[in-house]
């Protein structure tokens, strides 16, 4: 079965940096595009930022475009979010997922790691 | 950007059929997927492709293809007290990428 099991999340203030980190078992890593979601407090989904399977191409949603980097170890079926300049409007839920090859749809779900950023 | 909108509430009593409606610019011509979120969990995939379901998911559940080019419309038939859940619908859109509804909160009487 595939999982997904997101760590790294906790509390941290505005400007502040943070790195989650995503173990995937089940599947094979490499087959798949690889991507974060958030979650805002008022239940909102948000895109955050997807990496390619093989090739490493990052792509990136607007609001954190320059701030945060999505990166992965397929040596260690490893998924990893770097957050910097963080603000209170990155307080979220960050789930990592599994996207359906070839369909931008997320057939798994990680459980998801809070991150809150407050003064 | 691309924006797509869902009421915020649905409610329907046990056995009967409920309708959620995803509604977005020519959302017709787009592919359109479909998530169920329990209360505590993660989103869970429950169509794809417009149409497409998991192995997982039951036949109870279907998609409407978009009947006015802006709506495309999920339906829940015999619903009973497990399908309670907040459902969110999601494109992808050029120059957006991913676009998640606001999500619709389905309340079972």
């Known amino acids: 079965e595939a999982q997904l099991l997101e760590s790294g999340g906790g509390l941290v203030q505005p400007g502040g940096s943070l790195r989650l980190s995503c173990a995937a078992s089940g599947f094979s890593f490499t087959s798949h595009t690889m991507s974060w979601i958030r979650q805002t407090p008022g239940k909102r989904l948000e895109w955050v930022a997807a990496?390619?399977?093989?090739?490493?191409?990052?792509f990136y949603a607007a609001p954190v475009r320059g701030r945060f980097t999505i990166s992965r170890d397929n040596s260690k079926n490893t998924l990893y979010l770097y957050m910097t300049t963080l603000s209170v409007a990155d307080t979220a839920v960050y789930y990592c997922?599994?996207?359906?090859?070839?369909?931008?749809?997320?057939?798994?779900w990680g459980r998801g790691a809070l991150v809150t950023v407050s003064p | 950007s691309y924006v797509v909108t869902q009421p915020p509430s649905v409610s329907v009593a046990p056995g009967r059929t409920a309708t959620l409606s995803c509604q977005g610019d020519n959302i017709a011509i787009k592919t359109i997927h479909w998530y169920r979120q329990r209360p505590g969990q993660a989103p869970v995939l429950i169509v794809y492709d417009g149409t497409d379901r998991p192995s997982r998911i039951p036949g109870r559940i279907s998609v409407s293809a978009p009947n006015s080019g802006d709506t495309a419309t999920l339906t829940i038939n015999r619903v009973d007290a497990g399908d309670e859940a907040d459902y969110y619908c999601q494109v992808w859109h050029l120059g957006s990428d991913w676009v998640f509804g606001g999500g619709t909160r389905l309340t079972v009487l």
């Open positions: 990496i390619g399977g093989t090739d490493g191409v990052t």
């Open positions: 997922v599994r996207e359906v090859i070839g369909r931008a749809a997320a057939d798994v």
